[in-house]
C-alpha cells in the first residue's frame, strides 16, 4: 500500500520558511506591519535582529499601543515619554538609512506632544520619505518644522492632520514630486498658497480642510482635484477681503463646503465631471444675490453634481445648459418647498439627465417613530402648495424620459414627497423609476 502523507503533515510542520526567504522578500513582506509588530521579530533569531530596521515603512497607530479611551494626564505623559523612546531608537538605528512611508496616527486621543516628537518628525524627513501622514490630537502647542517639511524634496504624498490649529510659516517651498497633499487645522499667512503651488509643480490633488485663510487664490495647471471644506478668516465673516478665486483648467473633482461668506470667483473650469457645492451662510435669501447664476455658470460642463441649494433667490432665465450633466443630487434641510424650483430647472437644462437624488439632510431616528409623528403633523406642518399644469406658452420643453429618481429621508413625509412626484411628472413624461428611500 502506498504511504501518501498529506500537505502538512508533521513532516512539513514547524518549518520557518519566512527565514529561507531573500532579505527584500522579507522586508517587503514586513512592510504591511506596523512599526511596533515590526520590532518584535527581532527575538525570533539571530538572522531576524536587525531585520526589523530596514523596513522602509514606519506605521505608527494609536490603536497597537491598547490605550484607553480616556486618558489621564500621568497616563498620557507617560505613554508620549515611551513612544517618544520608541521612534527615537528605532530612527538612530543604522540600518533606518531610508523611508519609503511615514504614518503618525494619534488623531482619536489628546496628547501631550512635546517638542522631541517635532524633532523626530525632523529627522525623519531627513531620511527622505516618499509618503508622510501624520494626524495628531494635541493638548499642548505643536512647534512643527514646516519649512524642513515643506522643502523635502522626495515627498510624493504629504497630509497635515491637526485637531487643534497649528501655524505653518514657510519661507520656501520646495517639494518637486508632490503629487497629493492635505491639510487639516493649520494657520497660514496670505501668500501661503502662492508659495505653495509655486513650490509643487506636479501637484494634482489638494485638499484644505478646517483651516485658516484669509485668501484663497488657486491658480494652478496641474491640479485635478481640490477639495475646500470649512476653511475660515480671521477677518469679519461677511468683509468683502475674504475671498476664494480658483482657476484650474484641468480640475476634474471640485468640492467646496464652508460656513463663511466668502467672495467666490470660480473662473477656467472646462474639463470639470463632478462638483460639490455647499455654501452655508453665503447668502441672504430675502435678496437676489448675482454671484450665484455666476457660480452655476461655472459648473457647466459638469457630469454629476452635488448640491447643497440652500434658499437661493435667483433668476433662472439667465442659466446655462447643462450640456454634459447625468447625475443631479439635491441635498434638502427638511421640506425646502424651494426646491420644486430648482428640480424643474436642472431638468429643463440638462437634457442628458439621468439620474436625480433629493436627500433630507436630518435623517429621521427610526421609521417607526417618523411614522406616528407624520401622520399628525402633515395636516399642520406644510402647506399646500397648488401645482397644476402650466399653460403652454408659459412651459418648458418636457424631457422625454428620466431613468432614476430617488427620494431619501422623506419616506415618512407624505405630503411632501407627494407633491413633489406631482411636480416632477410635470415636467418629464416618463420616469423609469422612483425610490422613496
Not at 34 to 43: A, D, G, Q, W, Y
Not at 119 to 139: A, G, H, Q
Not at 299 to 322: A, G, T
Not at 377 to 393: K, M, R
Request: glycine share 2%; charged share 25%; proline share 4%.
Amino acid at each position: 500500500m502506498m504511504n501518501i502523507k498529506a500537505h502538512g503533515s508533521e513532516e512539513n510542520y514547524g518549518i520557518d520558511k519566512i527565514s529561507s526567504l531573500p532579505d527584500d522578500v522579507r522586508t517587503h513582506i514586513l512592510s504591511f506591519l506596523t512599526t511596533k509588530e515590526v520590532v518584535k521579530t527581532c527575538i525570533l533569531s539571530k538572522r531576524w535582529i536587525n531585520t526589523w530596521a530596514s523596513v522602509p515603512d514606519l506605521k505608527f497607530g494609536i490603536e497597537e499601543f491598547g490605550l484607553p479611551e480616556f486618558v489621564d494626564d500621568e497616563m498620557a505623559v507617560e505613554f508620549v515619554t515611551k513612544f517618544k523612546l520608541l521612534l527615537r531608537s528605532v530612527l538612530e538605528k543604522p540600518e533606518t538609512s531610508c523611508v519609503n512611508k511615514f504614518q503618525l496616527l494619534f488623531d482619536s486621543v489628546s496628547l501631550p506632544w512635546t517638542r522631541d516628537i517635532t524633532d523626530c518628525i525632523d529627522d525623519v524627513m531627513k531620511l527622505n520619505p516618499r509618503e508622510c501622514l501624520v494626524n495628531l490630537d494635541s493638548s499642548t502647542n505643536l512647534n512643527l518644522n514646516a519649512n524642513l517639511i515643506f522643502n523635502c524634496a522626495s515627498l510624493i504624498h504629504l497630509r497635515l492632520w491637526f485637531s487643534t490649529r497649528v501655524d505653518l510659516e514657510l519661507n520656501s517651498v520646495n517639494l518637486p514630486c508632490l503629487k497629493t497633499l492635505s491639510l487639516h487645522g493649520v494657520a497660514t499667512s496670505d501668500n501661503f498658497l502662492k508659495k505653495l503651488l509655486l513650490g509643487c509643480p506636479c501637484l494634482e490633488e489638494l485638499e484644505l480642510q478646517s483651516s485658516r485663510f484669509n485668501i484663497i487664490e488657486i491658480c494652478s495647471n496641474t491640479l485635478k482635484k481640490l477639495v475646500l471644506c470649512n476653511c475660515y478668516g480671521m477677518r469679519i465673516p461677511f468683509c468683502n477681503g475674504m475671498r476664494i478665486h480658483i482657476s484650474t483648467p484641468n480640475v476634474l473633482y471640485l468640492d467646496i463646503h464652508t460656513f463663511c461668506r466668502w467672495n467666490i470667483l470660480l473662473l477656467n473650469l472646462p474639463l470639470l465631471v463632478h462638483a460639490s457645492i455647499c455654501f452655508h451662510g453665503w447668502y441672504d435669501q430675502d435678496e437676489y444675490d448675482p454671484r450665484v447664476p455666476k457660480l452655476i455658470q461655472s459648473l457647466s460642463n459638469v457630469e454629476s453634481i452635488l448640491f447643497y441649494p440652500m434658499e437661493w433667490k435667483m433668476d433662472f432665465s439667465n442659466c446655462p445648459v447643462f450640456d454634459n450633466l447625468k447625475s443631479l443630487v439635491l441635498v434638502l434641510v427638511e421640506c425646502d418647498f424651494f426646491v420644486f424650483d430648482f428640480v424643474p430647472f436642472f431638468i429643463h437644462q440638462s437634457p442628458k439627465l439621468q439620474e436625480v437624488t433629493l436627500e433630507n439632510c436630518i435623517k429621521y431616528e427610526s421609521e417607526s417613530e417618523s411614522e406616528s409623528e407624520s401622520e399628525s403633523e402633515s395636516d399642520t406642518e406644510f402647506v399646500d402648495e397648488e401645482i397644476t399644469q402650466e399653460g403652454p406658452e408659459d412651459a418648458l420643453v418636457q424631457r422625454e424620459f428620466l431613468k432614476t429618481v430617488r427620494i431619501v429621508g422623506f419616506k415618512n413625509i407624505n405630503k411632501f414627497v407627494d407633491q413633489l412626484i406631482n411636480k416632477l411628472l410635470l415636467h418629464v413624461k416618463i420616469i423609469g423609476e422612483i425610490d422613496i428611500i
